[in-house]
């Protein structure tokens, strides 16, 4: 455990940081996973409104470095790729 002020000020809000992420995260996954149960109920326009949701929170994760830059465009890439096949 910290003694320093310094230090427990920056434990806490390395906290709050954390909680922050895994909440935009499993978000995240959870849009994912509905796109995905839609692409595989063949449900392409619901799956089509459902992908500019999940664009914008990938980007908005890495832009928050939440995760990585790549991985947004590669996830992105993806659910294109996909999409375009028909599930």
């Given at each position: 455990?910290?003694?320093?002020k310094?230090?427990?000020?920056?434990?806490?809000?390395d906290?709050?940081?954390?909680?922050?992420?895994?909440?935009?995260?499993?978000?995240?996954?959870?849009?994912?996973?509905?796109?995905?149960?839609l692409l595989?109920?063949?449900?392409?326009?619901?799956?089509?409104?459902?992908?500019?949701?999940?664009?914008?929170?990938?980007?908005?994760?890495?832009?928050?470095?939440?995760?990585?830059?790549?991985?947004?465009?590669?996830?992105?890439?993806?659910?294109?790729?996909?999409?375009?096949?028909?599930?």
């Amino acid at each position: 455990m910290p003694r320093r002020k310094t230090s427990v000020k920056k434990t806490r809000s390395d906290e709050k940081k954390h909680l922050r992420n895994l909440r935009v995260k499993q978000q995240l996954k959870k849009t994912l996973k509905q796109i995905q149960a839609l692409l595989a109920a063949k449900n392409l326009t619901e799956a089509k409104t459902l992908l500019s949701k999940a664009f914008s929170q990938l980007d908005k994760a890495a832009k928050k470095n939440i995760i990585h830059r790549a991985t947004a465009n590669r996830k992105k890439g993806r659910l294109m790729r996909r999409l375009s096949r028909g599930a």
